[in-house]
Structures are given as structure tokens and as C-alpha cells.
């Protein structure tokens, strides 16, 4: 009689924590609004080692909406800031890398949102071929989630891009295209208008959740002289981190199993 109400009391502890995890998996969510202090002229890269002015480690593991990255740069404190956006808490548990060539680029020169704001710079020349604009990292044990971002032009000339994908990889690094717009060298699929603030990208456009272990996107430029890699930036990368549901679903089976055992046991 003990045994069995013990094993009842566990099996109703698994299922209401099953519950209780299904419908509050922790969300939190970054933005990278690609801001630091002091701030800077032109392109900066985000690649490669750790130095005094490049924006290497920005995205990682954030916990404020500003961090001191000085430590790293052997500054003193609050030589070198990151900041970024928030949206209901952050993302201690992913990482950002960006592939060589990638650069953060802010130049006052014009007066749209690009380049004036900083934005994530693609540094390459011509429309080929496609390319990784960067790669976001969970931790074992969460799943990158991609909520939105924001596609800019350079200037007051229209740009048309060929192909747009967000992209999840496993950890075997097996890549799955889980959403995208035209194809690769397939011609022009959109364009953004000259001194427009940029195309919004988000679940609208998404359809579904964009999860995985690691989230890229990738990029192909457009058609024509006029939209090569290097007018184009990326801006306002918002991202999460949550607890997949596989875990709660475990837990609802071993509850649910318990129960059944109970039942069978009398």
C-alpha cells in the first residue's frame, strides 16, 4: 500500500511538472543592434582575434543590454562597450561567430538607417557565390530560436537580392533549410527601395518557429552592379533561447507510465 502511493505521488509530481514545463518553456530574447563604445568610423571586423577596435565576441552569452568587453581587449574598464536590444530577458547560452570578411560598418555620410546605425556588413565584392552572414550557437541542453531581422540597403539606390534563408544545424552539423526566399543564383526575388529603412523579416514571413541547436543565415546578392554584397547589411537580429519540449514530453511519458503501472499493479 505505501509502495503504491509513493509511486502515485511520483508519477502525479512528473506529470504536473510535465505540464507546468510544456507551457513555460523560459523564453529570452537578444538583439544585435551592433553598438559599441566609443564608437567607431567604418567597417570593423567581427572575425578573427580579439583586438581593441574589432567587434569579436559581440553576441556572446548576453546577459545585459550592455556589456564591458574590455577584459578580453586588456583595456581598462569600460574602454570597450557592447550594447545591445532586449526583448523579455537574454541569451546566456548562445554564441555568435561570424565567418571571415564579415564586418560591422557605420559611416555618417548618409542619412538613412544604413550606414548611419551600424549593421552587420557583408565585405564582399560582386553577387557570388552564396554566403553565411553568421551562425548562432546554443549550449547542449537549449535551442536558438530566430524571432526576426531587419535586410538595409546602402544609400539612396535600390538593391535586389537573389536568395534569403534561415538555415538549422544539428550537432553533427547536418544543415536543414527551414525557410527561404528565391534560390541560389536564381535571379532577382526582392528589392529593397534607396533610402528605405530596410525589409522586417519575422514570423509572419517564417510561418513557423525557427529552432535548432545553431541558426545561420544565409545570403545571396543581387543582380547588377548596384547590388553587390557590400550594399546590403543586416540589423536588428533578434534571437532566443529556450528549453526544448522534448524534455517535458519525456517527463509526460514517465508520468503517464507510472500511472499505468498503478493501474495494472491494482
Do not use: C
Not at 547536418?174 to 523579416?201: D, F, K, M, R
Not at 509526460?252 to 493501474?263: I, K, N, T
Request: glycine fraction near 10%.
Amino acid at each position: 500500500m505505501i509502495h503504491s502511493t509513493v509511486s502515485r505521488m511520483i508519477a502525479v509530481v512528473l506529470l504536473v511538472a510535465a505540464v507546468a514545463a510544456v507551457g513555460t518553456v523560459p523564453v529570452h530574447a537578444t538583439v544585435l543592434t551592433f553598438d559599441k563604445t566609443p564608437q567607431f568610423g567604418a567597417g570593423n571586423p567581427v572575425d578573427g582575434p580579439v583586438s581593441a577596435t574589432n567587434f569579436a565576441d559581440y553576441g556572446d552569452r548576453v546577459t545585459n543590454t550592455t556589456m564591458d568587453a574590455s577584459a578580453a581587449r586588456s583595456q581598462a574598464p569600460g574602454t570597450t562597450v557592447f550594447s545591445y536590444g532586449a526583448t523579455a530577458g537574454f541569451t546566456p547560452n548562445i554564441v555568435a561567430d561570424y565567418p571571415t570578411g564579415m564586418q560591422v560598418y557605420r559611416d555618417g555620410s548618409v542619412v538613412n538607417d544604413y550606414p548611419t546605425a551600424p549593421v552587420l556588413y557583408p565585405a564582399y565584392s560582386g553577387d557570388t557565390p552564396k554566403r553565411r552572414m553568421l551562425t548562432l550557437t546554443a549550449d547542449t541542453g537549449f535551442q536558438t530560436v530566430l524571432r526576426s531581422f531587419t535586410l538595409e540597403e546602402y544609400g539612396t539606390t535600390a538593391r535586389n537580392y537573389q536568395y534569403l534563408a534561415v538555415v538549422g544545424i544539428d550537432a553533427l552539423n547536418n544543415e536543414t533549410v527551414l525557410w527561404q526566399l528565391g534560390s541560389i543564383g536564381g535571379g532577382t526575388i526582392a528589392t529593397i527601395p534607396g533610402n528605405s529603412p530596410g525589409i522586417v523579416y519575422n514570423g509572419s514571413n517564417f510561418g513557423t518557429e525557427m529552432a535548432a541547436l545553431k541558426i545561420a543565415i544565409d545570403f545571396q546578392a543581387g543582380v547588377g552592379p548596384g547590388s553587390v554584397y557590400s550594399a546590403f547589411g543586416f540589423d536588428n537580429i533578434t534571437f532566443a533561447q529556450i528549453i526544448p519540449e522534448p524534455s517535458a514530453i519525456m517527463l509526460l511519458a514517465v508520468g503517464s507510465a507510472l500511472m499505468l503501472r498503478r493501474r495494472w499493479t491494482g
